[in-house]
């Protein structure tokens, strides 16, 4: 059975269709069931499992996100057997609430100040730079070729970003000046085209990245953490140059957003940074 086809038909995104599929798996690897035979009791068995499993990456338990995205891939993948008459009926009965979003955590500007001034390689700066100065996405800084760089125009392109949005943003001096030393001392393999490479000289991954702005934020002795996500940079850039006035239609831009009502969540946050 195709599932994956499936998504794709209907028009899901891209990191749906590669992860429900997983999830599916897994879940008929934790129950060996044939497919006819599976009932709701198997689901509500791996839905506890699901809450009660241990997260592989961070201390603590999954995230409801994570475990909500999970029975999502499980309950369309039954809904599926069911249209194309493999099942009689979807044996999918929970009744699924909407993951709680936390309140988006910002750094204070005096902190990101911080994290710069404790940066102690140019590779650390460059992976703030790209996260905070240039607001990316890890997929965006993942993404991103020496190309997509003009330093004679000083602009950065991202050219696909979330949603295949492409977007242009200016470079300030100080970046620049950054980017030029970067390209000129890092280490590439002959046919890279990435901008951010690792020590083999190869495209680096989101591990090695997520894994430097912990360290930097580690090495601060007064920044918690586990309080603060890569994407926390992002939101702190947003939440500043609202700050500094500029508006709430340019920083959608700057960011990328499709909507603005999407944007207007950081006005909602520094309105309450600044009580």
């Known amino acids: 059975y195709n599932y994956r086809k499936e998504l794709e038909t209907l028009g899901y995104s891209k990191s749906i269709v590669n992860n429900y599929p997983k999830y599916v798996k897994s879940f008929l690897e934790f129950n060996p069931e044939l497919l006819e035979n599976i009932n709701e009791e198997h689901i509500k068995s791996y839905s506890n499992y699901l809450q009660n499993r241990p997260n592989k990456r961070r201390e603590g338990n999954l995230s409801e996100s994570y475990i909500h995205s999970q029975q999502l891939a499980i309950k369309g993948f039954f809904d599926y057997m069911e249209r194309i008459d493999q099942i009689k009926q979807n044996p999918f009965t929970l009744k699924l609430k909407s993951p709680k979003h936390q ?164 006005t909602r946050i520094n309105q309450l940074n600044m009580r």
């Not at 790209?130 to 392109?157: P, Q, S």
């Not at 000129?184 to 990245?209: H, P, W, Y």
């Open 103 to 266: 309140q988006r955590i910002v750094l204070t500007q005096s902190e990101i100040q911080t994290l710069y001034k404790t940066a102690q390689t140019l590779e650390e700066t460059i992976i703030l730079h790209l996260c905070y100065g240039c607001g990316l996405r890890r997929a965006e800084v993942i993404n991103l070729d020496t190309k997509d760089i003009d330093l004679e125009k000083k602009l950065l392109y991202v050219r696909k970003g979330k949603n295949k949005k492409r977007r242009v943003m200016p470079l300030t001096e100080t970046i620049i000046k950054d980017f030029k030393k970067y390209q000129d001392f890092s280490i590439k393999n002959q046919d890279e085209v990435a901008f951010l490479t690792n020590k083999l000289g190869n495209r680096m991954s989101g591990c090695i990245i997520y894994r430097t702005f912990k360290t930097l934020l580690k090495r601060t002795k007064n920044i918690e953490p586990n309080n603060y996500c890569l994407h926390s940079l992002r939101h702190s850039i947003a939440t500043h140059l609202l700050e500094n006035d500029m508006s709430v239609e340019m920083v959608r831009d700057f960011l990328g957003h499709s909507q603005l009502s999407t944007t207007q969540i950081y």
